[in-house]
């Protein structure tokens, strides 16, 4: 299978005015054509930085300081802003988590996605309308609701007018940020089912962000966890749920309520995640870790694959 | 028992624009709470679950006297609180308290931490500012945040979001109250600390024999921490009974479709989907009949005329629906 998008040592880093914070450190992961691949964390994992610089959308005073992001054949770090903005929309788009502020409330969502249209083809303002009307259609929205403004439509429907601007130009990658976060079970559960018809049917590879590892998991082919900016585990949800190899992983899975259980019991993890302000020394997860060693306090964690399974963790490693 | 509702009711009324005030007389309301009844026992948690509009919250502060009914009543503890007012209303707050979703929103920014838990035992004049000292002390060791001589005098902007809901839930305890109504209590909480939360609700409540009034749209959350659910729709509860029994067998079709809607760890587990289209009606518009036949997919012809009653099916099981009703 051919990948869609490469990450090689990635690191984002923020310069505020005290400190250096190390919202992404080292990560590395690729995403096949047409794979759906979650990524999960806590808030302030550094998952949504991530997902910006995969756009090279980092806000400031964050830059991306070292690592390739190889989309579609091109290292995209490499381009000019002229460059990155055509690729915007036309090769990775991103879906955000709160559909409201993205949508311009004085413009018919119809025209916003021609908007998006015009902007990247050379298609014919008819052609264009007409187009964004089969969108819409896709996307499960009646085509007379192209003149409507965004107030006139429900959460659900706004997110479902997002997804039809990511798609329009047909890209290799959609990146969805929390896409359902702001919506409830059942409009989450039709959104899903939406991004995988939508990759089935353009063979598009989906990046699905979020916090809910149950979302993830039940989603996702490929799933990677995030912890204070590392990539700790990456594997195939499969393999992840029936043997999750980080500790971290593995304590989160117990913390999360799965209803087919009976009479679970519900774990937390001692501690709550690191100041990256002032991180602490060796494995970023040891003052919460129930498998610590004497090394995890000193040295920062080797990242090891095992059986095509990336994780980070002296566990697995040899130790010095 | 600790309170009894009977027929809730809440409609607020819709702002209109100047024009159709002149050619229309005809008032508008969005019906938020629609007619519903409930008992929660003492030492019970009790949880309202529904999707966002459904009118779970409004229920949370109609119980608690912090909006006015429109019809309905609400017994506390043996008392009628309906119209209860002023003073007679504040001596019974110390007994009802409220636990709310956004532990950043519902701290004063600046209030130390200590003094933020001490206020309810000075508004409610239970103890001397130096005896409330020592209890504040002893409340902060009990929701786990020690040393506590540290956290009186952090102020909320040092803790994390699961400290400051530890704080909240401190706050909420420290006058011994009888009720509480936890509204999302978890919800903005990440989800390596909800158990510890969860638990620490828990813990309260066999301390004190205390009753929750559970607000949630996460029905996981819901089967780890009750002993009672209701799942409302649009403002009016359509399944309720012990939890167990409504995760065992589902009747409403609502319920039905919530619970397969659900997430569930496991990519290979092909689960029986029920798919429902739309969303949520408005509630300005409630549906005619069964408000959920518009989206309903066991729908029959007298479910678009006919309003369900909730009857009870077998022992503490009700549901709202036609297709039980003979």
């Known amino acids: 299978m051919k990948n869609v998008l490469e990450v090689k040592n990635l690191s984002v880093y923020y310069y505020a005015k005290r400190a250096v914070i190390k919202a992404v450190e080292n990560v590395s992961f690729s995403i096949g054509e047409g794979e759906i691949v979650g990524l999960v964390g806590e808030s302030g994992c550094g998952k949504s930085t991530l997902a910006s610089a995969l756009m090279r959308l980092v806000p400031h005073p964050g830059k991306i300081v070292s690592g390739e992001i190889i989309l579609n054949g091109k290292n995209i770090l490499e381009l000019s802003d002229e460059e990155i903005r055509r690729i915007r929309g036309s090769v990775v788009s991103m879906v955000f988590q709160d559909p409201m502020t993205c949508l311009d409330p004085l413009m018919r969502i119809g025209d916003q996605i021609v908007e998006t249209i015009l902007a990247h083809t050379d298609m014919s303002s008819e052609e264009a309308k007409k187009y964004a009307m089969e969108l819409l259609e896709i996307v499960g929205i009646k085509r007379d609701r192209y003149y409507d403004y965004p107030h006139q439509l429900s959460g659900g429907m706004r997110q479902r007018v997002m997804i039809a601007m990511a798609v329009a130009l047909k890209p290799k990658l959609i990146i969805a940020d929390e896409p359902t976060t702001a919506l409830d079970v059942i409009v989450q559960d039709q959104i899903m089912d939406l991004f995988k018809e939508l990759r089935d049917k353009f063979k598009t590879s989906i990046l699905v962000i979020s916090h809910d590892i149950a979302l993830i998991l039940e989603i996702s082919d490929k799933v990677g966890v995030m912890y204070a900016g590392h990539l700790v585990e990456f594997s195939s949800s499969e393999e992840l749920i029936e043997n999750p190899l980080h500790p971290y992983t593995r304590e989160l899975l117990k913390a999360i309520p799965n209803i087919e259980i009976e009479d679970q019991k519900l774990v937390s993890i001692p501690g709550s995640p690191p100041d990256l302000s002032n991180p602490p020394p060796g494995c970023l997860f040891h003052p919460r870790c129930p498998c610590r060693m004497d090394i995890c306090c000193k040295d920062a964690p080797p990242k090891l694959t095992i059986n095509g399974r990336l994780v980070e963790c002296w566990l697995y490693g040899d130790k010095p | ?326």
């Open chain 2, 1 to 326: 028992m600790i309170l009894e509702v009977t027929n809730l009711k809440k409609y607020f009324p819709v702002a209109k624009t100047f024009i159709e005030r002149l050619f229309s007389r005809e008032e508008k309301f969005v019906k938020a709470v629609d007619g519903i009844s409930f008992t929660i026992d003492k030492g019970e948690i009790f949880s309202l679950v529904g999707e966002s509009g459904s009118g779970k919250t409004t229920t949370g502060k109609l119980v608690l006297r912090l909006i006015d009914p429109t019809d309905g009543k609400i017994v506390f503890d043996g008392t009628d609180i309906t119209y209860l007012k002023g003073e007679e209303l504040r001596k019974l707050r110390r007994y009802m308290q409220i636990i709310y979703q956004d532990p950043y929103a519902s701290l004063n920014p600046r209030m130390k931490v200590g003094e933020a838990i001490m206020d309810p035992l000075i508004i409610h004049d239970l103890a001397s500012r130096d005896e409330a000292k020592s209890m504040v002390y002893e409340m902060l060791e009990k929701v786990g945040l020690t040393p506590p001589e540290y956290f009186y005098n952090v102020y909320p902007r040092n803790l994390s979001g699961g400290q400051r809901q530890r704080v909240v839930i401190a706050r909420a305890m420290i006058t011994k109250p009888k009720f509480v109504v936890a509204d999302e209590p978890v919800s903005m909480i990440d989800v390596s600390l909800r158990a510890s939360i969860l638990d620490l609700m828990l813990k309260f409540r066999e301390e004190l024999n205390l009753s929750y009034l559970f607000i949630t749209h996460d029905l996981a959350v819901a089967k780890y921490i009750s002993d009672k659910i209701a799942i409302m729709y649009l403002g009016k509860i359509v399944e309720m009974g012990p939890t167990a029994e409504i995760f065992r067998n589902p009747l409403h079709p609502y319920t039905k479709a919530l619970l397969s809607a659900i997430p569930v760890p496991s990519p290979r587990k092909k689960k029986e989907r029920i798919k429902l289209v739309g969303e949520i009606p408005s509630a300005i518009d409630i549906p005619s009949g069964c408000r959920f036949h518009t989206r309903c997919p066991n729908k029959m012809k007298r479910c678009e005329a006919e309003e369900p009653e909730l009857i009870k099916v077998s022992k503490e099981h009700f549901v709202a629906c036609h297709i039980y009703s003979v």
